[in-house]
DNA sequence: CCAAAAGTGTTGGTAGTACACCCATGA
DNA sequence: TCATGGGTGTACTACCAACACTTTTGG
């Protein structure tokens, strides 16, 4: 009754990156060897025996595009028979976000074969990557409403109508300016600097603006939770 | 730098029944083999080389319990290095809800080695499966108040407040009797029929409801969203 | 007639939405 | 001085939460 077990276990990774000009982009990597040669596709690989599954998508992620991530969380398995034509290989997909300093130094480095791409705007994919980066998109637009994961998106310090755009760009919808600002700060993680926006061309310079994460932190505990 | 990977896979089940008396309740085995021999733990097992994930959780609950599901999700993949004291297993969980009836029956056949726990009272488990049993049912709280999952663990026909208890039971706080009701009706899915209630012992008895699933997926894509 | 469970409506508070004008800066 | 983007307050509405008495049935 015992069975031979011959599946392979992969990670692939969806990672976005974000700025005002480009939009929401996922990083791709051209692949080299059948099967899809020369297709774009996710980052990913095999599992190694002995890492755990994020130590996987992260060692993965820095040999295939060299960037390092910091946020990264679980977003489905996907395990048809027939997904990879060759083997049966089941991949555990992540999704991650990274901040707009590593996206736009992988963004020009054009040499390479990892490349980002706007959401919008996708070549065709290997396997079944196309469903994984749907499913990771949408799992964004949820996520992104409950817990307040677009920070991890910008850079450290941005001003208020960057999180304004992010927002509206991941969900598709036009957002109140005042309102949107008024429900953000009502939280009480938002710390306004005295630091002003460097505004490319005209316009009024506004503060920059910081995530106090240990305050979310401290606020969720107390039970105190983020929505929309 | 290729490596022969040694990585097995399967997968578990967490199965959620539901009646008023026992509450919400889940169903375990006794294991028969080492490691943790004799120990209660998840229905699962491996994974066969040609069926798909959830083929293999519904063939693995057949197998070692006797039930068929009617709800299953996945929830999370479970893959640290030393989740299994032998060798590395990598284990997709999954989530289901059983009807009563089913529930019940298998309640009852204390013959074997499945049986049903009270979640608020369960016994040790193998390997990580407590964790994993911890995450599904913080997943199902979360799930039941934006979609109405709880219908799959009443029967066909059943009193109103039996939902009421549900709902209560699951999120582990009282809910207002008027106002549930209210909320529950506005949305348009749940149908009064006009048969009554047996109930056991004094009382009113109250009518019978149904949910109607095509009525609420006809809702959904015209945009209505159920929410708590 | 007593105990148990079901049925039912109103009110007040709050949070969300809609909406438009002025200010600071660069060209 | 014009164009661009940033900053800000109010009023109306709609939803949600709180709340208690009456009816039907079994014992």
Redo the contacts between chains.
């Keep these: 009754m015992t ?1 031979l ?5 992969a990670v692939d990774a969806v990672v976005f990156g974000y700025t005002s000009k480009e939009g929401l982009s996922v990083l791709l990597i051209k692949r080299k060897v059948a099967p899809f040669e020369k297709t774009w596709a996710l980052p990913g690989g ?8 994020e130590e996987a998508v992260e060692r993965e992620l820095k040999e295939e595009t060299g960037i390092s991530i910091n946020y990264l969380e ?1 977003l ?2 996907f ?3 027939q997904r990879d034509p060759r083997n ?1 290989v ?1 991949s ?1 997909a992540y999704y991650g976000l990274v901040k707009p300093d590593a996206f736009e130094i992988k963004a020009n480095t054009d040499a390479s074969d990892a490349a980002w791409f706007n959401v919008e705007n996708l070549p065709p994919l290997a396997f079944d990557h196309r469903d994984i980066l749907q499913q990771a998109i949408k799992r964004l637009q949820g996520k992104i409403i409950y817990e307040p994961i677009g920070f991890e998106l910008l850079d450290k310090r941005f001003p208020f109508s960057e999180l304004e755009k992010l927002y509206q760009t991941v969900l598709g919808r036009p957002l109140d300016r005042r309102n949107f600002k008024k429900k953000i700060l009502k939280f009480g993680f938002l710390e306004e600097t005295t630091e002003k926006q460097q505004l490319e061309g005209a316009g009024r310079p506004g503060n920059l603006y910081q995530f106090n994460e240990k305050k979310y932190f401290q606020l969720k505990k107390e039970g105190i939770n983020f929505e929309l």
Aim: net charge positive; hydrophobic share 35%.
């Design positions: 069975v077990q011959n599946i392979k276990l095999l599992v190694r025996d002995h890492e755990s599954l679980q489905y398995t395990g048809q028979p049966r089941v555990v």
